[in-house]
């Protein structure tokens, strides 16, 4: 079965810190590797979309790596704000072709930004 | 420029009562799909369809159907609401595979 587990769970930190977040999977066939971020109450939205021939990608103060050999991906976030705080899932696609993605999502790490 | 609209935002239902969510984009997408999100668990997906008049089953789609009319609607109908169907249903679209999905606000539904 296709899982996608991440760690921490739940993460405090201090604006202005840096923190990074981890992301396993076992998904096969493997598309590709996606991050979201889940603001309380609003839907999920898109960081950062990775395939196998991709080890690290950015946008803004978010960087994103892969390790496809040991199915690992991490969500590095520089120089935190309050509005970073948020859920961030982690979601893997295992497309092979026909209608959906195929996609596993993570659980999520809830990241509390504190002034 | 809207997105993905959801309507309506919060819903609380009786058991046994049905009602349908709606999904509206004004992107032009291909695919749509109709996910629930449960605490303690990752997304799962219900329905999705590929294109207009077009629709198929995902990963936990026992207690819903969904139908495509037009394009830019994909609707998620619930015959007869039950406890276990209290949960919060996001609509996504995307042009297609490979690419990232634009997801709804999401809507809060009660079933009590």
């Known amino acids: 079965k296709n899982q996608v587990e991440q760690s921490p769970q739940s993460l405090i930190i201090l604006e202005g810190k840096n923190c990074t977040l981890q992301?396993?999977?076992?998904?096969?066939?493997?598309?590709?590797l996606r991050w979201y971020k889940q603001d309380t109450g609003r839907g999920p939205v898109s960081l950062t979309i990775?395939?196998?021939?991709?080890n690290t990608k950015s946008n803004g103060r978010y960087t994103a790596t892969l390790d496809a050999d040991t199915k690992q991906s991490s969500l590095h976030i520089t120089a935190s704000q309050l509005s970073d705080s948020a859920s961030y899932i982690c979601?893997?696609?295992?497309?092979?072709?026909?209608?959906?993605?195929?996609?596993?999502f993570g659980k999520g790490t809830h990241l509390i930004i504190q002034p | 420029n809207a997105g993905v609209t959801q309507t309506p935002k919060f819903r609380v239902l009786k058991t046994g009562q049905s009602m349908t969510l709606l999904c509206a984009q004004d992107?032009?997408?291909?695919?749509m799909y109709w996910y629930r999100q449960d605490p303690g668990m990752g997304l799962r997906l219900i329905h999705y369809?590929?294109?207009?008049?077009?629709?198929a089953k995902g990963e936990v789609p026992d207690g819903y159907n969904v139908s495509r009319l037009k394009k830019q609607n994909f609707l998620l109908g619930l015959e007869s609401a039950a406890p276990s169907q209290t949960s919060v249903y996001f609509c996504?679209?995307?042009?297609?595979?490979?690419?990232?999905?634009?997801f709804g606000s999401g809507t809060r539904l009660t079933v009590v």
């Open positions: 996504a679209s995307t042009p297609g595979p490979f690419r990232g999905y634009t």
């Open positions: 992301c396993n999977y076992t998904v096969s066939p493997f598309s590709n």
């Open positions: 990775m395939t196998f021939s991709e």
């Open positions: 979601v893997v696609s295992s497309y092979s072709g026909g209608g959906a993605d195929g996609l596993t």
């Open positions: 992107m032009n997408h291909e695919y």
């Open positions: 369809s590929v294109g207009e008049g077009t629709t």
